[in-house]
């Protein structure tokens, strides 16, 4: 079975720190990719990579950034948390286009 | 981008019923898969359908991609099927996966 694994379940962060989500999964798909979950916003694309080291804006990119320095793991940033990023964030990864996404278990983040 | 559209947004049921729910596209789609997210807001994966009907247990699919829509059918509703599920699909060559807003359903004992 594909694994996707978020390195948290939930954290709580100040406002201004640096925060790191990490996500690996196991079953060497070229494609992750990291989603924010707000109610009543549904589920948008923050991010995306299709191979090491490249990446691509999703819709809402702005705030964070992103780094794949291995196949297996894409790490989620926030350089300057803010309280209008306490979300839950959920990463996902699929294999190659148009196939079968798998996700994580989710990040319930809470910046105060 | 394309947008999905499912409905209803929120089904209630007594447990035991059978319930039907939609997902519209604006346009076709490859990717298109329904999930079931639990209550610890994990994103399960139900079915992977760009067209065609598949069975799983309980639970059906089926897509018309022709016609951009497709439904989940879920039978003899158990009290843990409750929860909110989700439809998404990709544009052919596009990597990005668009979510609908999400059917919550309820099953009451």
């Known amino acids: 079975d594909v694994k996707v694994t978020q390195s948290s379940r939930y954290l709580v962060k100040r406002t201004g720190e640096k925060v790191f989500l990490e996500c690996v999964q196991d079953?060497?798909?070229?494609?992750m990719f990291w989603y924010r979950q707000d109610p009543g916003l549904g589920l948008r694309l923050i991010y995306f990579?299709?191979?090491?080291?490249?990446?691509e804006k999703g819709d809402i990119p702005e705030g964070y950034s992103v780094s794949r320095e291995k196949k297996e793991r894409f790490s989620l940033i926030l350089e300057s948390a803010s309280t209008n990023q306490t979300s839950m964030y959920l990463c996902?990864?699929?294999?190659?286009?148009?196939?079968?996404?798998?996700f994580g278990q989710g990040t319930r983040l809470t910046v105060v | 981008g394309i947008q999905v559209e499912q409905s209803p947004p929120d089904l209630i049921l007594q447990e035991g019923a059978n319930s039907t729910l939609r997902c519209n596209f604006s346009?076709?789609?490859?990717?298109l898969q329904w999930f079931h997210q639990n209550p610890w807001g994990q994103l399960i994966n139900l079915f992977y359908?760009?067209?065609g009907t598949k069975q799983n247990g309980r639970l059906s699919a089926t897509t018309v991609a022709t016609e951009r829509y497709s439904l989940l059918y879920i039978s003899s509703s158990q009290t843990t099927d409750s929860g909110v599920y989700f439809c998404?699909?990709?544009?052919?060559?596009?990597?990005?996966?668009?979510f609908g807003q999400g059917t919550r359903l309820t099953i009451n004992p």
């Open positions: 996902a990864s699929s294999s190659s286009l148009n196939t079968e996404a798998f």
């Open positions: 998404a699909g990709a544009l052919q060559g596009a990597q990005k996966l668009v």
């Open positions: 359908i760009p067209s």
């Open positions: 346009d076709s789609v490859n990717n």
């Open positions: 990579s299709y191979d090491v080291k490249m990446k």
């Open positions: 079953m060497d798909h070229e494609n």
